[in-house]
């Protein structure tokens, strides 16, 4: 998970609980624009395509156990 920064991890993060761009920019209190930009940043680095291969891809590559501790420290 290193590969993301602060931003994209917390939008990556969002993303894994099914909201869309419209909800994490609230949730983020940031524009649609750049919630737009870091979903397209997360797409590239994966080098996937859409949200589906996004959390898969990054479910591989161990997102499941660093959310876990980022949702528990957030509770």
Not at 8 to 13: D, S
Not at 31 to 40: D, F, I, P, R, Y
Not at 60 to 75: E, I, M, Q, R
């Amino acid at each position: 998970m290193d590969i993301f920064t602060t931003r994209e991890k917390e939008v990556l993060f969002l993303l894994l609980l099914g909201l869309n761009n419209g909800e994490i920019s609230r949730k983020l209190v940031i524009s649609n624009h750049t919630t737009k930009a870091h979903v397209a940043s997360i797409y590239k680095k994966l080098g996937v395509t859409n949200r589906v291969q996004a959390a898969i891809k990054s479910i591989k590559l161990g997102a499941d156990k660093y959310f876990n501790l980022f949702a528990n420290s957030n509770a």
